[in-house]
């Protein structure tokens, strides 16, 4: 079973930042696979954030974080990452990774004054 394990997610204030990370068990192949950020609000659908390529040279965001997060990756750490600034309330939610058929469990964002 393939584990993806979120972590970096936190109670922040509007207009603050986070990073958020996602690594990858040793032995999964994760420099294969397109990679992910998802956000699920209260309420809402999961929602697509930020995806970025194998290799990490392509990146693509969703219009609501276009400018603000930046989706990296460390294939030689086997981690994901999403640099989130200018943090809004509406960017509230539990953020997953995904790569493949594969996801973590979650991390919790919370922005609030």
């Known amino acids: 079973q393939v584990q993806l394990v979120e972590s970096g997610g936190g109670l922040v204030q509007p207009g603050g930042s986070l990073r958020l990370s996602c690594a990858a068990a040793?032995?999964?192949?994760?420099?294969?696979?397109?990679a992910k950020w998802y956000r699920q609000a209260p309420g809402k659908e999961r929602e697509l954030v930020a995806t970025?390529?194998?290799?990490?040279?392509?990146?693509d965001y969703a219009h609501s974080v276009l400018g603000r997060f930046t989706i990296s990756r460390d294939n030689a750490k086997n981690t994901l990452y999403l640099q989130m600034n200018s943090l809004k309330p509406v960017d509230t939610g539990v953020y997953y990774c995904?790569?493949?058929?594969?996801w973590g469990q979650g991390t919790q964002v919370t922005v609030s004054s």
């Open positions: 970025i390529s194998a290799a990490g040279g392509s990146t």
């Open positions: 040793s032995g999964f192949t994760f420099s294969q696979y397109i």
């Open positions: 995904n790569a493949g058929i594969y």
